[in-house]
Nanobody, 114 residues
Framework: QVQLVESGGGLVQTGGSLSLSCVAS????????MGWYRQAPGKQRELVAS???????TYVDSVKGRFTISRDNVKNTVYLQMTNMKPEDTAVYYC????????WGQGTQVTVSS
């Protein structure tokens, strides 16, 4: 089992930037993929970005060129740097870690005002 603690998020204006971080603890030796999902009201949860232990990244098309995912394998932390944010980025963002099984953070609200 992996425990995840997220931080960051909040309110930002269109065009602004925010950063999210997520620290993993517990069975960290099993961690493979780390990533971020988001869920907007009335919509399904979607993958925003993911990163493997070897730093191979994947992004949803809507955030390419604006968001950057990174991880620190020593600190067991995954980051999401969000820039040039848009109102459609408004959602609850969830940290995700695959460590044999799936592990989820509690979620953090990100709101982009127009």
């Amino acid at each position: 089992q992996v425990q995840l603690v997220e931080s960051g998020g909040g309110l930002v204006q269109t065009g602004g930037s925010l950063s999210l971080s997520c620290v993993a603890s517990g069975s960290i030796y099993r961690i493979d993929v780390m990533g971020w999902y988001r869920q907007a009201p009335g919509k399904q949860r979607e993958l925003v970005a993911s990163i493997t232990r070897g730093s191979r990244t994947t992004y949803v098309d809507s955030v390419k060129g604006r968001f950057t995912i990174s991880r620190d394998n020593v600190k067991n932390t995954v980051y999401l740097q969000m820039t040039n944010m848009k109102p459609e980025d408004t959602a609850v963002y969830y940290c995700y870690v695959r460590a044999g099984d799936e592990n989820w953070g509690q979620g953090t609200q990100v709101t982009v005002s127009s």
